[in-house]
């Protein structure tokens, strides 16, 4: 099976920001911005109720108690966006930060809400004030990056990335961002090669997976693809991964002026 590449077309449906991540089945594609989406290192996060929609109500109950709290914000914020309440979200995280002027865990996870409604370049900026260069945080790097390749700037994403690495070397997410990135600027050799490093890892999702499948699709090897987004899976998650790649692969080849479909994925976002 032979594809012709668009990158425009991948830049909407690829893998890439969990900037905000689709499961099919039992895998998880890469949205929006990894996987990448919460706080880092949060009291809100450790007590979060693992149900979205229950955590919005507690969230959203002590957030509305005291508006100005950080920790309710925070809380309320993560919990919305995990329920798919993404403009919510953003609103309620940009007062939080008014509210509470240079609180870096707030500024983080303001800047992921804005990534995840596709306000890239305001992301981008966000994000900057949450870390320093003499303090980075290698999880705000990589989403930095994906912003940057969500606005077609793969080389400076890439540079992005090469300096979460050299704080977290051979983490699988940034990895694959890497990797996706090469596949938008149309070098799928060193994709595919990125994407293998990122899969070689024990601390690789299964997104990881899905998308050295694209890639590897994308370059005509279909029975190859196939083999990898299935291999170690039950049945239904297998087929569930494999209906994901023909769709990936077909939005990729459908005809120039078809109808724009719904984006299913993202660049990854880590935790």
């Given at each position: 099976m032979r594809q012709r590449f668009s990158p425009a077309r991948l830049l909407a449906s690829a893998s890439l920001i969990a900037v905000v991540a689709v499961s099919l089945g039992g895998c998880t594609a890469m949205s929006k911005l990894s996987d990448v989406t919460g706080s880092i290192g949060s009291k809100a996060e450790a007590a979060a109720p693992t149900d979205p929609t229950r955590a919005v109500e507690v969230y959203g109950e002590r957030y509305r108690a005291n508006p100005k709290d950080a920790e309710a914000a925070l809380g309320y914020g993560q919990a919305l966006r995990a329920n798919g309440q993404r403009a919510q979200a953003a609103a309620v995280l940009e007062q939080a930060t008014i509210a509470n002027p240079g609180n870096k865990a707030l500024l983080a996870q303001y800047g992921r809400a804005l990534a995840d409604n596709g306000n890239f370049q305001q992301a981008f900026d966000v994000l900057s004030k949450a870390h320093s260069p003499d303090n980075p945080d290698w999880r705000l790097l990589s989403v930095q990056g994906a912003a940057l390749d969500q606005m077609g700037r793969h080389d400076e994403a890439r540079s992005y990335y090469a300096s979460a690495l050299k704080i977290a070397p051979g983490d699988p997410g940034v990895l694959s961002n890497v990797g996706?990135?090469?596949?938008?600027?149309?070098?799928?050799?060193?994709?595919?090669?990125?994407?293998?490093?990122?899969?070689?890892?024990?601390?690789?999702?299964?997104?990881?997976?899905?998308?050295?499948?694209?890639?590897?699709?994308?370059?005509?090897?279909?029975?190859?693809?196939?083999?990898?987004?299935?291999?170690?899976?039950?049945?239904?998650?297998?087929?569930?991964?494999?209906?994901?790649?023909?769709?990936?692969?077909?939005?990729?080849?459908?005809?120039?002026?078809?109808?724009?479909?719904?984006p299913v994925a993202s660049l990854s976002q880590p935790d």
């Open positions: 996706l990135s090469y596949m938008l600027s149309r070098d799928l050799p060193k994709a595919e090669d990125a994407l293998r490093q990122a899969y070689a890892s024990p601390r690789a999702s299964a997104r990881v997976r899905q998308n050295l499948g694209l890639v590897v699709g994308l370059q005509g090897r279909f029975t190859e693809a196939e083999t990898i987004v299935k291999a170690d899976l039950p049945p239904d998650q297998a087929a569930a991964n494999v209906a994901y790649l023909k769709e990936m692969l077909s939005r990729n080849d459908s005809p120039r002026g078809a109808p724009k479909r719904t």
